[in-house]
């Protein structure tokens, strides 16, 4: 009777083990994609073989087609990094759900202020090409509208970093990383 009581305890122990070591591999796991998608997000930004960087030589050089297609290039590289971050498996981990969503959130308004440059690249095409004065001054007008909601998405931004950062460390406390 003992051996057997005591192989039912050892069982549940075992299972008990595997399921949380289990879930501090998906811990882990979802540290590392968070770990390679800002890494991933840095280099498309401000490195210097970027898409931000290609996106300016283009507008210096004033050929707005292919910045334009540099966003377009950065939004698809967005979308897949929110894809992959969506596709984690957060079931059993502690904060878990909350720093998947704080980090698409993230991503998804950080893509919005990038694609931003959309409207303000169009403005700025019709400020230099046109020969209209009304159109150039309304482009005018259009871009010191666009330099007040791209501040407001600069705040959009910000409070979602902040809230993926706080998101993070109580992530990282609990599931007992780093």
Do not use: W
């Not at 003992?2 to 540290?31: G, R, T, Y």
């Not at 698809?76 to 698409?104: H, L, P, R, W, Y």
Request: glycine share 4%.
């Amino acid at each position: 009777m003992i051996p057997k009581m005591s192989f039912k305890v050892l069982l549940i122990i075992s299972v008990m083990v595997l399921l949380h070591s289990c879930s501090d591999k998906k811990a882990e796991n979802l540290q590392s994609i968070l770990v390679k998608k800002e890494s991933q997000t840095s280099g498309m930004l401000i490195g210097e073989k970027g898409f931000e960087s290609a996106k300016l030589d283009y507008l210096i050089a004033h050929d707005y087609t292919k910045a334009l297609y540099i966003i377009d290039k950065e939004e698809a590289e967005f979308n897949n990094i929110i894809k992959d971050i969506e596709k984690v498996d957060t079931d059993g981990i502690k904060k878990g759900k909350e720093v998947q969503q704080a980090a698409i959130s993230y991503y998804s308004v950080l893509k919005e202020l990038f694609m931003f440059s959309r409207k303000e690249i169009e403005q700025e095409k019709l400020m230099r090409y046109s020969k209209d004065e009304k159109v150039i001054r309304a482009s005018q007008d259009r871009m010191l509208e666009l330099g007040r909601e791209k501040q407001q998405l600069y705040q959009k931004v910000f409070k979602a970093d902040e809230k993926l950062f706080t998101l993070k460390r109580q992530f990282e406390a609990e599931n007992k990383l780093k």
